[in-house]
């Protein structure tokens, strides 16, 4: 397991954009797909995005597809989720995680969790 930490969570107003972080331990974070989930209140995590340790592999699940780009920086051991066009129902939870998987939106893959940042966003 790795230590995640994300940033960059908060309170925005319907069609805003926010950008996420997430770092790690620069030993451990080029080996690792990083993977975005969110949880909204009284909702199972939901898959938002994975992005393989060489960054050649992207899966993006269906709830941000299309308004969601994830990037990560090996160099800077952090991965990002830049979010647009954020809704209402955007409002949720979002936990980093790494995962030994190539490319995996099955939150039972991820064997590392961050403690999550929260992301509000108003009509």
């Known amino acids: 397991q790795v230590q995640l930490v994300e940033s960059g969570g908060g309170s925005v107003k319907t069609g805003d954009s926010l950008r996420l972080s997430c770092t790690a331990p620069a030993h451990a974070f080029s080996m690792y797909t990083m993977g975005w989930f969110r949880q909204a209140p009284g909702k199972e995590r939901e898959f938002v995005a994975c992005l393989s340790w060489s960054g050649g592999t992207t899966y993006y699940g269906d709830s941000m597809k299309g308004r969601s780009i994830i990037s990560r920086d090996n160099a800077k051991n952090t991965v990002s989720l830049q979010m647009s066009s954020l809704k209402p129902e955007d409002t949720a939870v979002y936990y980093c995680?790494?995962?030994?998987?190539?490319?995996?939106?099955?939150?039972?893959?991820?064997?590392?969790w961050g403690q999550g940042t929260q992301v509000t966003v108003s009509a």
């Open positions: 995680a790494a995962s030994l998987q190539i490319s995996s939106s099955t939150p039972r893959d991820y064997t590392s």
